[in-house]
């Protein structure tokens, strides 16, 4: 497998904010989307014993399994070893492709291509502002899921930001079924 990093963290954002986890980023996308905040490119080849004996150094079970895009190395096989080592096994995606059906939690943040999923555990989509607002609504009536995140991009310019922000809070507040997900891990300045 092709994987760019594994380290020890909490979880930033979405559902799980707060959770101590072990990340797992695969390298690799099959989107380009220009917001992306990741560097997921480089990677070293690792076998799946060799992934778990990384993942078992550190005292969480919770693992976030991310990218890139995870649905393009990610096997039933993997997460069955997972599983029998006692991982927790939380998935983000894209939703183009589809996951493995034994993952224990997936996190759907869809870009601009179609959502493989009519159903998923938390939808957690980028907010950019009154024009993210129709976008949100379509994808709560295709996709269902226990929880409805809406997520401030970061352009990374601070007025612009905080537009962005309050533009997400007034949607949130008018679309009771939306949570509000920050990147938290940003905040706090920890990886």
Known sequence: MKVNEIFYSLQGEGHFTGTPAVFLRFSGCNLRCPFCDTLHEPFRDMSAPEILDELLRYPSRHLVVTGGEPSLQLD???????????????????????????????????????????????????????QSRQTLLNLASAVKAGYYYAQPCDVKDRDLNAGIVSDCIRFIKENPRWRLSLQTHKLLDIR
């Not at 039933?76 to 996951?99: P, Y």
């Not at 493995?100 to 759907?108: A, F, G, K, L, Y």
Request: proline letters at 7%; aromatic letters at 10%.
């Open 76 to 130: 039933e096989a993997f997460v069955d070893m997972l599983h029998s080592a006692g991982f927790f096994v939380q998935v983000e995606t894209n939703g183009v492709r589809s996951l493995p059906r034994n993952v224990d939690w997936i996190t759907c943040s869809p870009k601009d291509a179609p959502v493989a999923y009519g159903e998923v555990d938390e939808l957690k989509c980028l907010f950019h502002g009154p």
